[in-house]
């Protein structure tokens, strides 16, 4: 379904699709100029949804923002800005739509989801460092990882600071991009793996590479939603 998902400064605009019986809701946070209409995040996206998740993908820039992005290109590498906009997004998804997937809780603070309902963050290039950075922030509500040929080095100081689970995906000829997802690795200190795709280049744009990137995130949350 349609969703608007309210910040400080503007309305973000989403589409949410969340079973019922679903124990897990994955976060799509896409990278430097898409939206929540990625053809790539949509092929990803109905991976997770067959193998019985939610999922939200939505829009980190406002119309207006994309419009000044597409103009400047500066937005899409403002973490700070990204990271900030994912946190209230994920504050409300733990308090507006999770809430009824599981029983009411009085002690549940506004950044918490709802008990036994569990969120991963799927991001995307520089999705990737906001995706990482929000889970430091929500170590409470965030349960998984996964960058696919993100750049998980822009998180910077925040990397120490993640709990949840963490899987980077780069492609196989990406040679820069896996050397900054090497780099980040060591300042994880989660549990996480690197999984090279061979012969993949920075979009996944082969045959059958992004399907192997939806079957290994698929898997990992499966693994650490439950």
């Keep these: 379904m349609e969703v608007l998902i309210p910040t400080r400064d503007t309305m973000l605009p989403g589409m949410l699709s969340l079973p019922g019986k679903a ?63 994912l946190v209230e997004v994920l504050d409300w998804l733990g308090r507006e739509q999770l809430a009824h997937l599981a029983p009411a809780s009085n002690s549940r603070g506004p950044a918490e989801a709802a008990p036994g309902v569990r969120i991963g963050l799927f991001g995307a290039s520089t999705g990737a460092a906001a995706a990482l950075i929000a889970a430091a922030q929500r170590a409470d509500a965030v349960a998984a990882v996964v960058s696919r040929g993100g750049r998980p080095d822009l998180a910077g100081t925040w990397l120490p600071g993640v709990r949840a689970p963490t899987l980077l995906i780069v492609g196989g000829n990406d040679p820069q991009v ?45 693994r650490y939603l439950g």
């Excluded at 590498?77 to 990204?82: E, G, K, S, T």
């Excluded at 996480?192 to 061979?198: G, K, T």
């Design 23 to 85: 124990r897990g809701v994955v976060v799509f946070v896409h990278g430097s100029g898409s939206t929540r209409l990625s053809p790539r995040n949509a092929h990803v996206a109905a991976s997770f949804e067959a193998a019985g998740m939610g999922t939200l993908l939505f829009d980190l820039l406002s119309p207006a923002e994309t419009e000044i992005d597409n103009r400047t290109l500066a937005l899409r590498f403002d973490i700070d800005l990204l990271s900030r906009r």
């Design 178 to 222: 896996i050397l900054l997802n090497r780099q980040a690795a060591d300042s994880l200190r989660c549990p996480h793996a690197l999984h090279i795709v061979p012969g993949a280049t920075h979009l996944f744009e082969e045959p059958g590479a992004l399907d192997e990137v939806a079957a290994r995130a698929r898997d990992w949350f499966l």
